[in-house]
RNA sequence: GCCCCCAUCGUCUAGUGGCCUAGGACACCGCCCUUUCAAGGCGGCGGCGCGGAUUCGAAUUCCGCUGGGGGCACCA
């Protein structure tokens, strides 16, 4: 037997520097999956070593994201572990110490290059067909050189000393094993001037500090790797495995960004969609079970995941599908679950606080009749909203009660009817209007169609008898009646 | 420019040399159901980028091309 493996740790390391993006929320899907189904750690861990463009706010964002999504973490902001800090800026001693060795091996220099000589370097690599890193000028400064530059007012950046030939391989959970020229990679910056560490060696170091086993990232850090597997080489680490994930692209076919719409997750709960819809789609967008099963709950994911069966192709985000799945999830959502989801939806809208207000029909009359219809939590708002705002007929839809099958005799007919009735139930009024339609020698639908207009304003509702016994007698036929009044 | 990744219906994908007359899902079209709209049922349209090679046999392997994407930052 072999003996007990490491305890799987993987981190999802997003920098604060805007909302959570569906890309991002994939990648920490994919890690929060792997984790679950492994019974190891997820991590997350803030990268907020580009100070110029991180931002508090954009972390309460990131978090508020995932916590909605229900992709909690074991280590990080508000969950204190035994590998924290879990953000980059409070990390800075550990990566001054891992430079400081670094430095005292040879293994790092300090470069006193200014950016007008890289550049320059820069422009004639290209024109050279040469590849464009670093040329090393100052990897060998003498003590006196050094002293020079910094007469000179020069501040030093710390690059990594790499190796000038030879090949070095990334193995790849998902692409395979992709093989770089160590000449291709160039002496890159560990260190900026103002002392802040840059991606690659934060990165490096905290993986390994961490312990991280699995690295599960987006598929444009892949070119990243070799860089950081020689770094954890220099510094006598054990590298993480890595697994990188295709990338999420618009219709376009070009990297999904706001000019293709929703990108962020807060987005798509602002417009309505359900963390089961988001999940379910993400975990679908470049992983697959098998040939048939498209649905899959958050329990059903965590069987089933595998880093094995996600795919290398990039994937068009498909928001028709998106939409199609939320409806779905709407649909098989408990009543009470639902009400819940809409209840808190409608915060903030021209709905909020009335169901259930003031003799108003309340949610729980509501969601039986609306459910089915419903692609998002926002169709609430059209749906049933004319069971509480004052209707408002727009010129059009006038005209289109004018225009149906003798609006007025059969809004009469149906005021006559539903005054009489004995009971005002569901059963009872249909019943009652579809005689009085026969009666008519008017087809159920023609029928129903003015009663509709007349009580909604709308030529969409839901269904006719449902919605007249929530409105109520009362406030049906003085519907009933404004309508006969505008009609004529 | 150099390096790397990717390539099956419009989209997401199944497919790892014969089970493929290429399967499923969304979208689209038609029919059914029907009280409007949905939902649901049934059916349909639709794809292996191109060219070579290997093989008795290739969507599946190899090479080239083309196309898309990523990297080459004191961004991550």
Known sequence: MQPAEKPIRVRFAPSPTGYLHVGGARTALYNWLFARSRSGSFILRIEDTDTSRSTDEAIVQIISSMEWLGLGWDEGPGRPGAYGPYRQMERAALYRQASGQLLSEGKAYRCYCTEEELDEDRKRARAAGR??????????????????????????????????????????????????????????????????????????????????????????????????????????????????????????????????????????????????????????????????????????????????????????FDTEKLLWMNGHYIRVLSAGELEARIEEYIKGTSLEGLPGKDGKPGLAELVPLVQEKMKTLADFLDLTDFFFLPLEFEPEIIEKLRGSVQPAAVLEKAIQVLYELPDFDTGTIEASLRRAAADMDIKVGKFLQPLRIAVSAKMVTPGMFETLAVLGREESLARLKAALVLIQ
């Open 131 to 316: 590849p464009i890193v670093y040329c090393g000028r100052c990897r060998e400064l003498s003590a006196a050189g050094e002293q020079a530059f910094i007469a000179e007012g020069r501040e030093a950046v710390i690059r990594l000393r790499m190796p000038e030939t030879g090949r070095t391989v990334v193995r790849d959970l998902i692409h395979g094993d992709v093989e770089f020229e160590n000449a291709q990679l160039g002496d890159f910056i560990l260190v900026r001037s103002n002392g802040v560490p840059t991606y690659n060696f934060a990165v490096a170091v905290d993986d390994a500090a961490m312990e991280i086993t699995h690295v599960v990232r987006g598929d444009d850090h892949l070119a990243n790797t070799p860089r950081q597997l020689i770094l954890l080489a220099a510094m006598g680490k054990q590298a993480p495995a890595y697994a990188h994930l295709p990338l999420i692209l618009g219709h376009d076919r070009s990297p999904l960004s706001k000019r293709h719409g929703s990108v962020s997750v807060e987005e798509f709960r602002a417009r309505g969609y359900v963390r089961e819809a988001l999940i379910n789609y993400l975990a679908l967008l470049g992983w697959s079970y098998d040939a048939e099963t498209t649905l899959f709950s958050v329990d059903e994911l965590v069987e089933k995941f595998s880093l094995e069966r996600v795919g290398s192709t990039a994937a068009v």
